[in-house]
């Protein structure tokens, strides 16, 4: 079993729809959540990152964590094509003081104008 | 600018041929990370390196090898030891290595190996 699950996709929208994107963990010991956009090609940029378990919001987009359930989401609202991207979800943990990034395999999107 | 550069773009090798792939920074981070991409696979880490002159092994260093003589230099090695050297190369640094910085990535390296 991998530490991290992610659903491959590809998922394909309508432009302004609502996008949920999800991972789930094994590990209790990851202490931070992030969410990574990469375009074709290119290197990931951090979306979003959170801590402890709750919701956080930054324009569209909403990450939430259950850390009880080892479950993590990404919300995109108002879905727009330059959304089109493959979303990756990353743990962290701290492995002799250094941190360590488990990713998941990356969920690629489409949005459709 | 500040970041992080990786070059080539693109790096076609014959099998058999060690390859060095170029990592540098600008960002005056401690933390450099080699992450191996394939499809479906998400991100795998290979090394690291907290400080300069040292470096750790991560999940998948078989038939690689790294290097750290600069703080902003962390070159990759494929050797030809590496039994499936064609995937898509990202270099990581991070301010600290420990603590909740983020790691920022750079525009990456796509090997081919035939």
């Known amino acids: 079993q991998k530490e991290v699950e992610q659903d491959p996709g590809p998922l394909s929208v309508p432009e302004g729809a609502i996008v949920s994107l999800n991972c789930t963990y094994s590990?209790?010991?990851?202490?931070?959540f992030m969410w990574y956009r990469q375009y074709s090609r290119k290197g990931p940029e951090l979306l979003m990152y959170t801590y402890s378990s709750g919701n956080k919001e930054d324009g569209r987009f909403t990450a939430q964590v259950d850390k009880s359930s080892k479950y993590i989401s990404l919300f995109i609202r108002d879905s727009q094509p330059s959304d089109s991207a493959t979303y990756l979800c990353?743990?962290?943990?701290?492995?002799?003081?250094?941190?360590?990034?488990?990713f998941g395999q990356g969920t690629r999107l489409t949005i459709n104008p | 600018d500040g970041g992080i550069t990786q070059s080539p773009k693109y790096l076609f090798r014959k099998e058999g041929q060690n390859v060095t792939l170029s990592c540098e920074q600008n960002l005056n981070h401690d933390a450099m990370y080699w992450y191996r991409q394939d499809p479906g696979q998400g991100l795998r880490l290979i090394y690291y390196?907290?400080?300069?002159?040292?470096?750790q092994k991560g999940d998948i260093a078989e038939g690689y090898s790294v290097s750290r003589e600069k703080k902003e230099s962390f070159p990759l090695t494929v050797t030809s030891a590496q039994k499936n050297p064609t995937a898509f190369y990202l270099c990581a640094s991070k301010f600290q290595a420990g603590g909740s910085y983020e790691q920022y990535f750079g525009p990456g390296t796509r090997l081919t190996v035939t």
């Open positions: 590990n209790s010991a990851f202490q931070y």
């Open positions: 990353a743990m962290s943990t701290l492995i002799q003081g250094a941190q360590k990034l488990v």
């Open positions: 390196s907290q400080i300069v002159n040292d470096f």
